[in-house]
């Protein structure tokens, strides 16, 4: 099973809702997966704010940080 992950980013960011597309695929075989906006949090946007989008693993704290496909997903996903 996929551990849970957060994707960390914020409205209006294109590039953040093309990270979610590529992560659809995922999700739609059971990946779990919060989004979080780092406007909402002062900490998140200190930490994110340059990186964004972000995919972090909650089982590890592992991130994987744009640029990102499909394959390095899955790849992350499972070490």
Known sequence: MSPECQLFGTLGCHVCEVAEAELMPLVEHGLMVELVDIAESEACYETYSLRIPVLRRADT???LDWPF???QVVLFLSD
Do not use: P
């Open 61 to 63: 704290g592992a991130e």
């Open 69 to 71: 496909d499909t394959d």
